[in-house]
């Protein structure tokens, strides 16, 4: 779906959000009194990532709700929310569709997309250059790119064509379900782990309370990857809103990479 | 050799003569991966399939059902929503709470099925109790799921009701093998009040075994070795179905040695379900209480059409 038209965008001050992602980077970077509604996913403790003000409206993806707000953008995502999101383009709200980021250059697309909607944001300016700045980094030798290995909640490991994929690249490591031929998602055993000897375990989510999905973060035959520090977690928020913190992961991979390349 | 079909079987090869000479402490991956990893989980195995083996039997010998299974008086539902209650609405959970609750889920039920039954209960009473008390821990395990605080907390209560021995190590072996000593030897000393039982409640007791003493040695028994049983491993249905029909002519009808026989089977069932598990590729894990789910459900089958042809003799 095109973008708004182009052109000085004045700043709206009644800004409305029907996507998770959209939630968060609104309450990160827009201040508080040019929003009016988020979705309700950024009440729950488990998604919030940012202070959410009292006034705001938490809808549940209705136009009807969004109506006597009166926004003057609403923001939306490349899936869900999508019949809301037609009606209110029918009755002539300007709606903007922000696609979602697979990869780096589509979440550079994605930041680019959000600037063109909202105008100048300070915090969402940094974000951007931090990215360009940490992506022009001369990518370090291929052949002494120590591996890591993701394993993920339920065993699920991150082969070629994800984000958290191209995150390992780009930091200098070898992700090692995708040399044994993973396509985007993948599953892998304890056994596996064992077997590929990653020089980096990565963890993804899951440091709150115990779950079964997360068991075989526990089991005793890691504990040498964890006392030796050679593990790392990906923030949970990486999975549904990258914007919020592929900046940060990146560079704490590249800072574990130096530390781990460093040891004798 | 069921046992090493279960140490060779894995997502890895390794080289299993080298890991075994490279014994407990080699650092090798290959011997790591077959004593941590591939070792308690086949121990495991054998522990709770022995355990639910041993159960079915117990029960179906108290109560002389053959439909009679740990499952059915509420043992495994009680302990498992003991679990998933602790899990996921109570607070974060050290690694004992959780057995320990799951076995205290277990007793409970069954001291509820006994309380409801009442004293002195025949063994008919007993099961209705018992369906009676499943049925409401299925209700409360329904609202579970209802409210569960998350869709990742929903399918982590439903995949543990569906029973599951992956990533299991040494840690889950010893959780659970003290309770399951524990519930076999109770069982073991009641041996001769389920010989006694066969000839019929009257001629039990006139035999010397009335009272409440054997009855309930029987049921905390039972709520011991199956109790911890789920809480490391999940629900695994139908093995304690199975396997005392199966051992039943092998043993002469005796309930005292089907006890001891159905452990053993129902741990082999069980590690030979594992095995399969293991070889089976695929996209998600094969959940183990879905294997042998998918052997009782036939097994359900045949036993109804024998029983016809019987009938009709």
């Known amino acids: 779906m095109p973008l708004l038209a182009s052109g000085p965008v004045s700043a709206q001050d009644r800004i409305a959000s029907l996507n998770l992602c959209m939630d968060q980077l609104l309450l990160q970077w827009v201040a508080p009194e040019r929003i009016v509604s988020v979705t309700w996913l950024s009440g729950e403790e488990y998604y919030r990532r940012a202070p959410l003000p009292e006034h705001l409206y938490l809808n549940r993806a209705q136009a009807e709700e969004l109506l006597p707000l009166k926004p003057d953008l609403v923001l939306t995502g490349q899936y869900g929310a999508q019949r809301a999101s037609q009606r209110l383009e029918q009755l002539g709200f300007p709606v903007v569709r922000i696609p979602d980021a697979y990869n780096l250059a589509q979440l550079q697309q994605q930041l680019a997309s959000l600037q063109q909607a909202l105008g100048e944001i300070p ?6 250059r931090e990215l360009k700045a940490l992506l022009d980094q001369t ?29 390992l690249i780009r930091a200098g490591f070898t992700n090692l379900a995708a040399q044994q031929g993973i396509q985007q998602l993948g599953r892998v055993s304890l056994e596996q782990v064992i077997d590929a000897q990653p020089q980096l375990l990565v963890f993804y989510g899951g440091e709150q309370d115990f779950a079964i999905a997360h068991l075989a973060e526990r089991h005793p035959v890691l504990r040498e990857y964890i006392e030796t520090g050679r593990v790392y977690r990906l923030p949970q928020e990486l999975g549904f809103c990258p914007a919020l913190a592929a900046v940060d992961v990146l560079q704490q991979l590249m800072d574990k990479r130096k530390e781990i390349v460093g040891q004798p | 050799m069921a046992m090493l079909a279960a140490l060779s079987s894995g997502p890895v090869s390794i080289d299993l003569s080298a890991a075994i000479a490279g014994g407990w402490h080699s650092d090798s991956s290959d011997a790591v991966i077959l004593w941590q990893l591939r070792l ?115 399918q982590e209560i439903v995949f543990w009701l569906l029973g599951s021995l992956a990533n299991r190590g040494w840690d889950q072996v010893l959780l659970a093998l003290p309770f399951v000593v524990i519930g076999t030897v109770f069982l073991f000393l009641s041996r001769n009040y389920l010989r006694a039982l066969s000839l019929g409640e009257a001629s039990a007791s006139s035999l010397g075994f009335s009272g409440r003493r054997y009855p309930l040695l029987v049921l905390f028994g039972i709520a011991f070795a199956v ?40 741990a082999l069932l069980l590690l030979l379900a594992d095995v399969l598990v293991l070889n089976t590729v695929g996209t998600q894990e094969l959940r183990i209480g879905a294997v042998t789910a998918f052997i009782g459900a036939p097994f359900f089958f045949w036993l109804i059409v024998s029983g016809r042809r019987e009938l009709n003799l």
């Open chain 1, 139 to 167: 990518p370090e030798d291929g052949t002494r790119n120590p591996g890591a290995l993701i394993l993920s909640a339920n065993n699920i490991t991150y082969g070629d064509g994800m984000l958290e994929h191209e995150l």
């Open chain 2, 227 to 266: 109790g911890a049983s789920v809480a490391v491993a999940g629900t695994i249905g139908f093995i304690g179905l199975v396997v005392p029909h199966l051992m039943r002519p092998l043993v002469g009808q005796d309930p005292g040695r089907l006890l001891w026989s159905s452990a053993l089977a129902g």
């Open chain 1, 123 to 128: 915090g969402l300016r940094q974000q951007q």
């Open chain 2, 40 to 154: 308690p989980r086949a121990v495991l195995a054998i522990v709770v399939g022995a355990a639910l083996g041993l159960g079915g039997a117990a029960m179906q010998g108290m109560l002389r059902n053959p439909l009679a299974e740990p499952a059915l008086l509420g043992v495994s539902s009680g302990a498992a929503l003991a679990a998933i209650l602790v899990l996921y609405y109570g607070a974060a959970v050290s690694g004992y709470l959780l057995p320990l609750l799951a076995i205290a889920g277990a007793l409970l039920a069954v001291g509820s099925v006994w309380l409801l039954a009442g004293h002195g209960a025949s063994a008919s009473r007993l099961v209705l109790a018992g369906v009676a008390i499943n049925a409401f821990l299925s209700a409360l395990m329904a609202l579970a799921l209802n409210y569960a605080p998350s869709m990742f907390a929903m």
